[in-house]
Structure formats: C-alpha cells, structure tokens
C-alpha cells in the first residue's frame, strides 16, 4: 500500500528497525488520509472540520472505520488521485494496524492526526495569496503539517530506545525545528505552484521593509528586494535544519537505520536550499528540484557515513556551502508557542438562558441536601461485601435484629448481577469474595439454599474455584464462623506488636487502614474465637474439596510472596510453643493500642472493617456487653446504617469533610455570593485537626498539626487529600478569618511530602513496597503511597504559600516534578481515588492551573488532547472501573456520566480549552440529563476505596461535579 501512496517513503521507511518500520509507515497512510480531506476541492472548511475529528475519533475507536470511508470516498471529487482513494477504502485496513500498537503508539500518531487535521483546516481558512501574518505564524504553519510529525516520531523512537529516550526533551525541542526546517524547504521550492492555486505561505514580516506586495506576486514580475526577502527565510530554513543535524547526532551511532531515516530527509533538503539560494529567479518547482543522482548520492554517502558524526558534519557542510544561516539556538520555541486555538463557540440567548436555569437547578438542589448545622454528608456505598459483613457480625454476636436483616436481605437481592454473582461495582464481573460473603449473608438471613437466585449465586461460585479461592478477609469471616481451618488465613498472632521499628514488619511501615484492620484482627487470630452463629448456618456447599483438606488456599504471587508463605507456614506449626507470658504481653499490646483510637463516636479508623474487627476483638477480651467502650463500638458501626422503608445498607464510612470541600467549591464557582458557603467552611473550620495524637507523628514527631479527616471524626488520622480540598476552598473564599488555618494547613502538608515530591492520602513516604508480598496483602492495598491526585490538591496549596515560604517552594517544585514524572505516554495522569484516568487528569490539571502552569506547556497539551479523544459521541464522557484491571481501556466504558463529564469539563477549562466543540457538546450531555429535580443521578460507581478490591459510590458526585462544571462553563461563555 505504501508503495502505491508514495515512492519516496517507501525507499526511506524500510531502513528504520522493523520494530519502527511498521509503526511509522502506518503513521504515514493516517497522514496521508488527511491530507486527501485537506486537498478535496469540493469539500467546503466545516465538512472538512468534521471529518477530520471524525476520522481521529475512527482512531480512537469511537467510531466506525468503514462508516467514515464510505462518507468521505462519496464526497472526493475526480481530482483525488487513484490511488488516494483506495488508500480511503482500506481506512479499516489502516486503522485495524493501527489498533494493534501499543497504548503509547496509538497515542502518539492519534495525537499527530489530530493535531495535524486542525491545523491544516485552520489554515485553509485563513490561507491566501496575501501570505502569513509574520514568522510565527509560518512556524505554527509548519508545526502542524511538519513539526508534529517529528514529535509523533520522536516518541516512537523514545518508546524503542531507552537510550533514545534519555534524551528525550532535547529531540522533542529539535524534533519541531526539524519538522520546520524540512517544512520551510518545501514552500520556498513550491513558491509558484501555491501562488498559481491562490496561496501563499510566506511571511509578510520578511519583506516589510521592502516593497513587495506578496498578493501581487507572479514569477518574474519582482525584484531584488523578493530575492533579499528570500535569502533570510533560505537562512532560517538553513538554521532549522543545522537543528536537524544535532537531533540525527543525538541518536545512538549504533541506530543507523533511524540515523539513515533522518539523514536521507535533511541531505535532500539541504541540497534543495542550495538549488534554491544560487537560483532565486526560479519560475517552477522542477527548476530547483535535486536530480536523481543527489538522491543518490545523498543515500550512499549517508550509508558511509552514518555512525560517524565527524563525518555527517562534515558532509553537512559542504552540502550547505554557501548557503546563509541564522544562529540554530535562536530557533528553538518550545512545541506549545505554536498551538492554535480552535474558534470560539457562539452561545445563542437561548441556550445561554438555558444553561443559567439548569445550573440555578442544581444550586437549590445542592443547598437543599445541606445539613442545619452547615455541612453535607451524601451516601457513601461500597459492594455487598460491607451490607454482607454486618449480618455476618449480627450473628457472630448473637445480636441479630431480624427486621433490619430482613431489610439488607432485600438490598443483597437486588444487587446480584445476571451472572449469578456479586460484583466490587455496578455492571462489573463477578467477584468470588464478594459473592461468598452476601451468598453467607442471605443463607444466614434464612433464604432456601433451593431458592433460583442462590442456586445461581452457589453454581457460579463452584465454577470460580469455590470458596477457597476467596480473598483473605474472606477466609478470616469464614475461619471465625468454623468453616475453614485457621491455616487458611495468614499467621498474624498479636505478638507481631511486639517487633521493633527497625524490623522488616512494623505498624508503622503499612497504611492506616491496613493497621486499623490489622490489630483488633490479631486479637481474634490469636484466641481463635468462634461465632455464636445461633442458627447453627454454614456453607460447606461452596468448596470444591472439603476445606479441612484444601492445600491451596494461598497462590504464590512472586518469589518473595513465597518467601513470606514459607515463613507464615512455618509459624502456624510453632505457634504452640509461644510462651504465655509473651502472648499475654502481645494481647496486652493490641488492645492498648486499638482501644487508644477508638475514636469515640467516630469508631476505630472510622472505617467499617476496622470497626467490626474492634468490636468482636472488645468481646473476645471480655467486655461484657454494657461495657462503655463497647456500647461506644456498636454505636460507630450501626451510625454507618442507611435505612429505608424496604431495604438497608451499610457504608464503609462517612465522608461529610470531603462533600463539604467539594460542595464549596462547586458554589463557588456557580454561586460566589451564596451565604451557604460561609456557614460550611465555618463547620469545616471547627474540625481541623491541630494538636490531637495522630499515627502520622511517628514519620515527623515534630510537625505541628493542621490537617482535616475525612469523616465526622477521625482524630488520630487526618486526610492529606481533604486538607488540600478544605484549604483550595477557604482560599477561594478570599475571607481573611481562614488564614490561620490555611497557613496551619499549608504547613502540614509540606511536611508530609514524601522523599519523591509526592503525597500519599495519610502518611508520607509509606512506601515500604516488599510488604505487599506477604500473604496478609493479597488485597494489594497494604501500603500509602504518593499518588498524582492527592499531591495534585497538595499542589494548590503549596503554591498559594510558596511566595513566601522558601520551604513551600522546595515541596512544590518537587510535588510539580512528581506530577510531570507519572503523567501516563497517552497524556492522562492515574486516579488513585478517582475512577479513574479521567478523574486523575482532571486533578492535576486543575492544580496546574491554579499554580499557574501556562496552558501551552507541552504535558498540559497531551492531557486536554487526550480528554478531547476520550469524549463520547454524546457529548459526555465515562470510564469504567475496569481500567484499573485493564489500562488498555483508559477513558472509556459503558457509558457516559454526569460526574465524568465534568471532570473531563473541567480539565478542559483548567487546560486553556475554553473554545471549540467539546465544552460546549458536554454541556449540552449535562443539561439533557439533568433530572427533574436540579440533580443527576445514576448507578455508577465513581471511585476505588482499593484499585481491583474494593470500590465507592460518592453519591454526592453527581450532585455538586456537573454544577461546578456548568458553572464555571458559564463564566466561560460570558453569560450572567
């Protein structure tokens, strides 16, 4: 095919590695279906805007290939070469290739389609014989048809070579100038030939201090002052492609195929220049084309000399004898000066009124859900392993309410997926661990094990391994209930408390939820209790082998997990022999330890797990059931309860800090002026954490406090995350009553950096990242470490203070290296907390913009380009939790939703995208689906408590994203 399309790249594409060759031809046929829709006469500048994001959205598999290629064949004219037009027919062909690349391949070349298709309509628009505005211009001009060819190269050389990319800034900063320079080359030879269809791509700068008038211009009919004004354009182009030759020299000797690739293009053009330079009077393109024996030569001498650069420079010089040159440094504008701007989008009165109501809609939809006391607290549902979880604990204790059970029984049912199973999220696969704990629950709940939906739920389980291929938490609810034996869950006796700091394993060294699960978990490992279970209910009926003699209960997951597994065996056969004494002193050390943070009202950790594991833990150590302390326990765990007239759940905790942040900042985007927002920072305020113990204090014992929880209360736990929300929100406040705590705020968290300039959600540098090979881990959730959305919010505030803090201007710099360093090669950033890559960009993006990030720097460019791709034939935008199994499928799923769509909004806004189609068509998907109500709703669930384990539904996300999205849109299109 390529043959057919182009001689000449198919003489200089099969010199690169064949690892390269394939790609790039492939990259070349994309291009030249561009260039078919630029070339066609008969299309008109909005048809050929539209196929050309239709044609990347072919490539980002949004659309379909061969729908495209017959819409676009229809609508070439007989002026589109033969061979053009079956290169269109075979767009499914070309794009099936290409769908086979890597992730960052694709990316790359959809990036270079995509880039090049908008700058080539744009400039057909303004094209004309009058000529560019001036040399900027001309740049911008040669970047989309040139420059972005040798950044999409660039890439894919970096990605082959980790040589290559070591370098990679430097080639990305000369790949542009190459790209100009060969660009450039071909204008001055085409000079005639554009001006002969009505163009002309020269600057008018260059010759405005002469007389010539580029609109007059005919071959000749100029004079000396033309040539003049061609000679210093012959120098710049010179220029540009002595940065060519330092980007060939920059690739490894060894790479002489990529070496040749470049070389054959710079030594044609440079020999062009020269034609072009000694012959200014030329009249036709033919009359300074290189001859076939230039390309020739330019091919063996560059054969010869390719892994020599004395050689190369050498040649290069006597191939631009003569010729004029400016100084290269001088040339090199970074990528992002050249980025055009699409039009601005007209909003009609109508639906500038429109858009006004539906977000008044959603402002007293939003202040209507606010609590009197000046905060908001949304539902916060979990899979059916929590709701599971709690009628598992009921009759463990022997406390079984039937009327509640009755109630969570119905919401289990509800939730049990076509395949038998229960899933982590709506609309996912079934998970075994999740499907053994609700099918435990409704068994014990008093549903026939006969009954159609159990025989299903059973049947799917058998067929997934049964219930010895559950998860580790699992196992543990099914060793207390005397189902499997205590060697089928790992060794963690309580004396594991007793090891120093220094050991391999310490508290200190996992995560906060991991040790508030941990502690009052090793009580129950080491006494061993077993449920009351009035109802005497077991489920023998989900093994495949009888659990007493089942060997597998652990996979090995890696050497080292080995390791871990061999020791943890080893351990259950000694633990007879640990001496009373020491196990007493073990006891004794857990339950200090966990009833020190028991955290009144609040619960152990304020999470659900940790608080069940605390309660039974409170039992088995003998506090009667009166007890204060245990009284207190029961309380946290039944405050998680939502209960309606039918059906029941239980949440994994409350978040009323983080709805409260987020609320906020919505308003104050939509509604500035809005009373609420003083009410709630008020209530925000009150709660900030400052002198209170904290586990965190063991990494920086003298750190003053300053953070905020995430739940109502979570005294010993303070949140990075929601203190960097609850600060961007009093900061926008600009009410000077705030500043100590910001600054109380500020301080605190930069002394949580971690060592590599992030920011993990509770605790800094919780990286310790062998733990998560022992068998306790198999959730791989063990550890905190920094994420990009966390050190995002970190970020805003950080930059607020650093004018006047040198040490918050260390941490920031820092944090900003860290957020540059994990941007993904498709351009988006991981969302830790978030689902998932959407909700990842959008937070760096906007810390980006709120420290001032210009909107052309190069890794904002990626991201808003990647979000444009990403965005939905409806307009909105959506992204399963499957990504976090599959990075394949980043940015896409099922559908779209309203949540997601604003983050990808605003990412867009914060990104400098405040033109072109995309905002204006995801407001339009915002305001369609907005309910009766002023809210939005739907089944989704919106972010991971633990990437592939454990997943949350904010049900307050859809109910302040869209209007802080719409809002700020407002304030985009100039509507009051």
């Known amino acids: 095919m390529l043959q057919s399309v182009s001689r000449t790249f198919a003489l200089t594409i099969p010199v690169l590695p064949p690892e390269l060759s394939r790609v790039v031809a492939n990259a070349y046929l994309l291009c030249r279906i561009v260039d078919t829709i630029e070339d066609e006469p008969e299309l008109d500048l909005a048809a050929k805007r539209d196929l050309c994001e239709r044609f990347v959205g072919v490539i980002s598999g949004h659309e379909s290939a061969e729908h495209f290629a017959d819409r676009l064949a229809q609508r070439l004219s007989a002026r589109t070469s033969v061979t053009d037009l079956a290169l269109v027919r075979d767009t499914a062909r070309v794009v099936g290739i290409t769908h086979r690349f890597t992730a960052s391949q694709q990316e790359a070349l959809r990036t270079c389609v995509s880039t090049m298709g908008r700058g080539m309509v744009h400039f057909q628009q303004r094209g004309s014989a009058r000529g560019l505005d001036d040399l900027a211009e001309l740049g911008r001009y040669c970047y989309h048809v040139a420059g972005v060819v040798g950044e999409m190269l660039t890439r894919l050389f970096c990605e082959y070579s980790p040589a290559i990319a070591a370098k990679r800034d430097t080639l990305m900063r000369l790949a542009v100038s190459f790209g100009q320079g060969l660009q450039m080359t071909n204008i001055l030879k085409d000079i005639w030939e554009d001006r002969a269809r009505g163009f002309c791509w020269l600057p008018r700068d260059q010759f405005a201090t002469t007389a010539v008038d580029l609109e007059r ?119 992002q000066a050249h980025v055009l701007r699409p039009e601005r989008q007209e909003v009609s009165p109508e639906r500038a009124r429109q858009l006004d109501e539906a977000i008044a809609r959603a402002r007293r939809s939003l202040l209507a859900r606010q609590h009197a006391d000046g905060y908001w607290c949304f539902e916060l549902e979990a899979d059916c392993t929590i709701p599971a979880e709690y009628v598992l604990m009921m009759h463990y204790m022997d406390e079984i309410d039937p009327v509640l059970q009755a109630k969570i029984a119905v919401y289990l049912r509800e939730r049990q997926g076509a395949h038998g199973g229960w899933p982590l999220y709506y609309g996912g696969a079934a998970d075994v661990s999740c499907s053994v704990k609700a099918y435990f629950a409704l068994k014990l709940a008093g549903d026939d094990t006969e009954a159609a939906h159990m025989r299903r739920a059973r049947e799917l389980i058998l067929s997934m391994g049964g219930a010895a291929r559950a998860n580790v938490f699992t196992r543990f609810a099914l060793a207390l209930f005397g189902e499997v034996p205590w060697r089928a869950v790992p060794f963690i006796p309580s004396e594991i408390l007793l090891l120093p700091r220094w050991s391999p394993f310490h508290l200190s060294k996992i995560s906060y939820w991991s040790r508030t699960v941990l502690v009052p978990l090793t009580v129950l490992c080491t006494l061993k209790p077993r449920a009351r279970n009035p109802r005497d209910v077991h489920v023998r009926e989900l093994f495949v082998t009888p659990p007493e003699i089942e060997r597998n209960y652990f996979p090995v997951r890696s050497r080292l997990n080995w390791v871990f597994l061999m020791i943890d065996r080893i351990g259950h056969r000694v633990e007879s022999f640990i001496p009373g004494w020491l196990r007493r002193l073990g006891l004794q050390r857990a339950e200090r330890w966990f009833v020190e ?45 939502v209960v309606n007239e039918h059906r029941a759940y239980c949440q994994p905790c409350e978040s009323p800090v983080w709805d409260t942040a987020l609320a906020c900042l919505a308003l ?52 990075i995350d929601d203190t960097g929300a609850v600060g961007w929100a009093m900061l926008a406040s600009g009410q000077a009553k705030y500043a100590g705590s910001i600054r109380r705020a500020v301080q605190w968290i930069c002394g949580m950096q971690s060592r590599n300039g992030g920011f993990g959600a509770f605790d800094a540098d919780n990286t310790h990242y062998a733990l998560n090979a022992i068998p306790f881990a198999d959730h791989g959730a063990l550890l905190d470490p920094p994420t990009a959305d966390v050190s995002a919010r970190c970020a805003v505030l950080l930059a607020r203070a650093g004018e006047q803090d040198a040490a918050c201007e260390r941490a920031l710099d820092a944090c900003l290296r860290y957020l540059r360093a994990e941007q993904e090669p498709s351009g988006a950033w991981f969302g830790r907390w978030g689902t998932n890559y959407i909700y990842g960009t959008w937070s760096v993006l906007a810390a980006f913009e709120q420290v001032g990030i ?22 909105g935008w959506g992204e399963d939790n499957d990504s976090y199994a599959r990075p394949e499928t980043a940015g896409t799923g099922r559908e779209s939703t309203a949540f997601q769509t604003a983050w990808a909004m605003l990412g867009l806004m914060a990104a400098g995208e405040t033109d072109g189609p995309h905002l204006a068509r995801g407001a339009e998907y915002l305001m369609k689906t907005q309910g009766a109500d002023g809210s939005w709703s739907g089944p989704w669930f919106t972010a991971p408590g633990f990437p592939r384990v454990f997943y949350l539904k904010y049900h307050g996300y859809d109910k302040y994203f869209p209007l802080w999205a719409l809002g700020r849109y407002r304030k985009i299109v100039g509507t009051q």
């Not at 034609?275 to 009359?287: E, M």
């Not at 594991?613 to 150590?621: S, T, V």
């Not at 009410?679 to 920086?700: H, M, N, Y």
Request: aromatic content about 8%; proline content about 8%.
């Open 668 to 719: 104050q985007e939509a509604a500035p002026a809005e009373q609420s927002i003083g009410r709630a920072l008020d209530w925000l305020q009150a709660r900030q954490l400052l002198d209170q113990p904290g586990d965190w204090r063991e990494e920086r014992p003298r750190l003053a406090g300053g953070g905020w929880p995430f739940q109502f209360r979570n005294d010993h736990y303070p949140d």
């Open 597 to 641: 943070r028991l955290n009144g009202s609040g619960g152990l950790g304020a999470i659900f797990p940790a608080m069940v594991n605390a309660y039974e833990a409170l039992d088995c150590l003998g506090y009667p059931a009166d007890h204060p302390l245990r009284k207190t326990a029961r309380e946290a765990i039944d405050r998680l309860l």
């Open 217 to 335: 211009l005919a071959p000749g009919v100029y004079g000396e002052d033309f040539e003049h004004g061609l000679a210093r354009l012959v120098a710049i182009a010179h220029g540009h492609l002595e940065n060519a030759l330092r980007y060939t020299l920059l690739i490894p000797a060894r790479e002489t195929g990529i070496r040749n690739f470049c070389l054959w293009a710079l030594g044609m053009a440079v020999l062009t220049l020269r034609k072009i330079h000694r012959r200014p009077d030329f009249s036709r393109g033919d009359q300074v084309k290189i001859s076939r024996h230039s390309v020739r030569a330019t091919v063996v001498l560059s054969r010869m000399a390719a892994g020599y650069d004395p050689a190369l420079q050498l040649l290069f010089r006597l191939a631009g004898s003569g010729l004029p040159s400016v100084p290269a440094d001088t040339l090199l504008t970074p990528p």
């Open 854 to 875: 210009p909107s052309s720097d190069p890794a904002v460019r990626r991201a808003a380009e990647w979000l444009k791709q990403m965005q939905r034939p409806d307009g």
